[in-house]
């Protein structure tokens, strides 16, 4: 029962990501488009987050931390170029 609720919450956070898809590939800026592969990122962490309780095991739960650390550092790179035309 509890796991049939989890793959439904899994089929959630897929269709999530189609407004996120459909926002980096067709946003007018590119600060919509950071913004959208931001909120992308984000989905897929709670996405491998819930995946990872699911099948019971801590190994997707590496993978979340260091793409949401990528995602983190990359997010400020961009926004910091953006801001001041140069990274460093």
Do not use: H, N, W
Request: aromatic residues 12%.
């Amino acid at each position: 029962m509890i796991s049939e609720l989890f793959y439904i919450v899994l089929v959630f956070m897929v269709l999530s990501m189609i407004p996120c898809v459909y926002r980096v590939i067709v946003g007018p800026t590119i600060p919509d488009r950071v913004v959208a592969l931001d909120a992308m990122t984000t989905v897929i962490v709670v996405t491998l987050g819930v995946y990872s309780f699911v099948q019971e095991s801590i190994f997707f739960l590496d993978v979340a931390l260091v793409l949401s650390i990528i995602s983190f550092i990359g997010t400020v790179t961009i926004s910091k170029y953006l801001d001041e035309g140069t990274v460093f």
